[in-house]
């Protein structure tokens, strides 16, 4: 990006919560569901296991079932995996949560809002320019690059677009690692 010495400023975007499922409710019609704490239930019928990842609708509280596992056989399970889901483990819930084709077979997407935060240092990039800010995603939280930015350093969007130099698109969403300069104002 740039060959001058610069100052490297490490960000870190964490879940804070689960996210919201944004899925129509049966009854109500609402479109926001939660885990709540996080609850599997496993039924056998014999040596197939199936497995659903419960969830409430927020308006109603109804309770759905997110189907994790279909007709799997017993000894396809990992001891482990299949004690967490037993245990309600919640490490689990979170993982199979934001698993991408969990969500695609149960036709859900997930509501970011209000469930991460920006972890930044205490030291502003106002000391020395450039300064390069390395963003990773302790958890993939989608978010736009241009919003991230503005949000960490207290700019305006139009702000961010002329005084930062970024790796990636600026207005693409991304939960991947990025890096770029914020050069100095005007």
């Known amino acids: 990006m740039s060959s001058q010495p610069h100052t490297v400023l490490p960000w870190v975007v964490r879940r804070t919560r689960l996210p919201l499922l944004s899925s129509r409710c049966p009854d109500c019609r609402s479109e926001s569901a939660t885990t709540g704490e996080g609850r599997f239930r496993v039924n056998a019928n014999g040596k197939l296991?199936?497995?659903?990842?419960?969830?409430?609708?927020?308006?109603?509280?109804?309770?759905?079932?997110?189907?994790?596992?279909?007709?799997?056989?017993?000894s396809s399970?990992?001891?482990?995996?299949?004690?967490?889901?037993?245990?309600?483990?919640?490490?689990l819930v979170a993982s199979r949560l934001l698993d991408p084709l969990l969500a695609r077979r149960n036709h859900f997407t997930l509501d970011w809002t209000g469930a991460w935060r920006l972890d930044t240092p205490p030291t502003r990039p106002d000391e020395a320019w450039p300064a390069q800010v390395e963003v990773t995603f302790a958890d993939p939280v989608p978010v736009r690059p241009e919003r991230l930015i503005a949000h960490g350093l207290d700019l305006s969007r139009n702000q961010v677009l002329r005084r930062i130099k970024c790796d990636i698109p600026l207005r693409r969403t991304t939960s991947a690692g990025f890096t770029f300069l914020v050069m100095a104002g005007d």
């Open 77 to 91: 399970f990992d001891p482990a995996e299949l004690h967490g889901y037993h245990v309600n483990d919640p490490e």
């Open 49 to 74: 296991l199936d497995v659903w990842l419960l969830v409430r609708c927020v308006s109603c509280d109804r309770t759905s079932k997110l189907t994790v596992h279909e007709r799997a056989k017993v």
